[in-house]
């Protein structure tokens, strides 16, 4: 867990020196200046405000959940209506190839992959999350150094990395390692098999330093493995340029893919020929229509498919990563900072002293594209606040999470937040 950081206006002042064109640098950043007439001014210079378009959200609410599960973007529904009239009801079994079913988790795949700093090839779709990553963490284990005995893990990791973890470290004999992400760089040694970080904390938005975590890890022999739930599409990841060996992460967030949708598995190139999956499915296999007895598995990143692809989902998908179209994520960044910035300010104008404390830190350079506030009785302040139109969510056992996805959330948004949560406290 994070330092407690009481709420402060200072992040105000830190806006980025050149962020976006969106937020030019004669903005006035006074609190005395009415924060509404602020929001709207920050609203109208915003380049990617028009991004909102692109997604269907109801009336009168603001939306701060996308960190649990993104918005509708607008072009899924007809996308997926096609696919259950015309492609499964018409076509039927000739959508596999007619369609393109057949190469969906891999294209679909090469759609994410500039958005977590990756080139084609690289990543595969399907499966979960849990799934994705105990394959990663084995296979992780079989790439490592013979002779190494630990895996070190997140010690505040979500909980299920933890229990596939555990699993992963039964199977490969190897011994988990609670470590704290900012300790982890001394704690990885020559007994190192294998690294499992998250990105971002899914409690407090804190961003972990990817970039130094896997040199560290790099250095000392072992394999990284990133869980990228809380980042991918919220902020600039670059995994071929840090050198990540293997990620993971769920496209129902940040991406948008819909409750469900299938996850993600990165393997790096230089990995792949060596990759040794743990579920060694007939969809991964180098000739599947073969139906041999023995296993063979498929070049490049294709070799971690398991079994037949989930289609509805799958496609869905696809259409969502649509809204993605023309957008850099480093504008996306430093909306999110802005964004998560202006919220703090607001937060500290609104909210009585005393009775919330950030636990995600302000400096830019350790926070992602949430912000987490401790507060008591904190399930029954956000059932109240969602009752008023603000969705956000809880973590047990005092903690309000508030994510902001810049793709679709605005200033005014976060005003009205923070305006509502002060009437709570009022």
Known sequence: MSESIPVTAEPLADLPAEPIASLPADVPVALSVDLRERAAVLDAADELAKLRERFTLPEGVVYLDGNSLGALPATVADTTADVVRRQWGELLIRSWDESGWWTAPER????????????????????????????????????????????????????????????????????????????????????????????????????????????????AGAITVWDLCH?????????????????????????????????????????????????????????????????????GAARARVGTPDILSMLALEAALDAWDGVPVEAVRAKSLALTDFFLACVAAYVPEGKVESVTPTEHARRGSQVSLRTDNAREVMTELISRGVVGDFRAPDVLRFGFTPLYVGFADAERAARTLGHIFG
């Not at 990553?133 to 070190?152: D, H, I, Q």
């Not at 230089?270 to 499915?281: A, I, N, T, V, W």
Request: aromatic share 6%.
């Open 108 to 219: 679909i795949g090469d759609k994410i992959a500039p958005l977590v700093g990756a080139a084609p090839g690289q990543i595969t779709v399907g499966d979960s999350t849990s799934v994705n990553l105990f394959k990663a963490l084995v296979g992780a284990a079989r790439l490592a150094a013979p002779g190494r005995t630990e895996l070190l893990v997140d010690a505040a990791t979500f909980p299920t990395d933890g229990y596939i973890a555990a699993s992963a470290a039964r199977m490969t004999g190897l011994t988990v390692v609670p470590v704290e992400p900012g300790e982890a760089a001394a704690a990885i040694g020559p007994a190192t098999a294998v690294v499992l970080l998250n990105h971002v904390d899914y409690r407090t938005g804190r961003l972990h330093d990817l970039p130094a975590l896997t040199t560290a890890a790099r250095a």
């Open 231 to 299: 980042s991918a599409g919220a902020l600039p990841v670059d995994l071929d340029a840090h050198a990540v060996d293997l990620a993971v992460g769920c496209t129902y967030k940040y991406l948008n893919g819909g409750p469900g949708a299938p996850a993600y598995l990165y393997i790096a190139e230089r990995h792949q020929e060596s990759f040794d999956s743990p579920l060694p499915g007939w969809n991964g296999h180098a000739d599947p229509f073969a139906m041999t007895p023995d296993y063979a598995p498929a070049p």
